[in-house]
Structures are given as structure tokens and as C-alpha cells.
């Protein structure tokens, strides 16, 4: 199943405040942040787990931890930047690989500017982090170096996904699983998703 729409009573609220055309920049950042952090443990919710002995106040008792999975958060600069804390909260240990892609406005295809990924790629689950996933250029665009890096697991955590985009990963990347709060009605003629956010890496940065 390459999409995973998430339900949770929680993550719907905050969506709905999100799209306040009215919302501070504060409160646009701070939200997107807590629905990062929710898209993470729906996204990480079938990882591997192995028992263990831990040592506690009454002797030893039987624990869990999760099975030699290495992460690594991938945020597209610029708005993937504002859902990165919201990931590393609930995995502090992750490494982070940065990519730079932004679309062109006029032709809408992605234009790839920076690449400084994490060592190890081969055995690391990749969590790929973007508020918009609109044509989908840009996620492929970014899939396609993780790939090329030795990448083997990628999932990508969208706030929200334009069908159009979600049809895309999933004909050239099934392997691919899609998180995302909300599939939105579609694109409108600038590409922009409808209703959508707005301009994402405009709120988060407060650039316009
Ligand atoms: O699915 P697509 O059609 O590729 O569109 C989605 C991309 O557009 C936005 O970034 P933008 O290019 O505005 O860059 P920014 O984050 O630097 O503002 C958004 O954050 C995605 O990266
Ligand atoms: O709706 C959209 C589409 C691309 N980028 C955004 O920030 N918003
Ligand atoms: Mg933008």
C-alpha cells in the first residue's frame, strides 16, 4: 500500500489548523513540527523489535528495543526543514542527509542544487521529509538520489499529497511508502495542491 493516509483523531486536528489562512508563522512552524512527529511513529510503526534484559530497580526484567535499524532523516530543503525536529524528537539518534531541490515555477519540473547525504545509506531505512508532495517531480527527484546512493528503504512523510503526485511515486516507486495527513482534491493550474497549505517553505520561513 505506497500510501498510508493517517486517521488519528490528532493528526486530522492539526491539519485542519494548519490550513487557517490566518496562522502565524509561530504557530504554522510549531504545528507542522507536532505533525511530523505524529507521521514519524505511524511511519516507524512496523519496525523490527528483539528482546533484552534490563537491569531495573527490582533485578532484571525482560525489554525491547528496536533490531539494529539505522535511520536517517532526509528533509528537502527548504520546507522539509520544518518538520526535521519534529522527526528527531521522537528518533534524536537519527542522521541527517540534506537535499536541496526546488521546483521551477514556470515548468514546474525539479531542479536538484545540494546533496550531502549520510554514510551508510545501504542499511539505513531513509525517511524522506517534505510538507508538499504536489507533481510528485520533487520526491522522485529526491527518491532517485537516495537510490542511486545505495538506499534500499525509503518512506516519505508528506503533510500533504496532491493525487496527482501520489499516482506518480507510485507508478515509478512502488517500493516507496507515502505517509501523509491528508490527499488533497488535486493541483490547480500553478501546480499549487487545492485546498493544500499555500506556499509551505513561504510559512515556514516566514518569506512572505
Ligand atoms: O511535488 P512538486 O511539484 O515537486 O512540489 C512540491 C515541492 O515544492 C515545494 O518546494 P519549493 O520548490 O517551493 O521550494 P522551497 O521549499 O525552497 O520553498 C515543496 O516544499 C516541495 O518540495
Ligand atoms: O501546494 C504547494 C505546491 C508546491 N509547493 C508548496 O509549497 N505548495
Ligand atoms: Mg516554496
Redesign the pocket.
Known sequence: MPVHEITHPLVKHKLGILRQQSLSTRSFRQVTAELAALLTYEATSDLALEDYQVQTWAGPAPAQRIKGKKVTVVPILR?GIGMLDGVLELIPSARVSVVGVY?NEETLQPVAYFEKLAHGLNERLALVVD??L?TGGSMLATIEMLKKAGCKQIRALVLVAAPEGVRRVEQEHPDVTIYTAGVDQGLNED???VP???????KIFGTK
Open positions: 520546507a521546483r510538507p508538499m504536489a501546480g499549487y495542491i493544500g497549505l499555500g506556499d509551505a517553505g513561504d
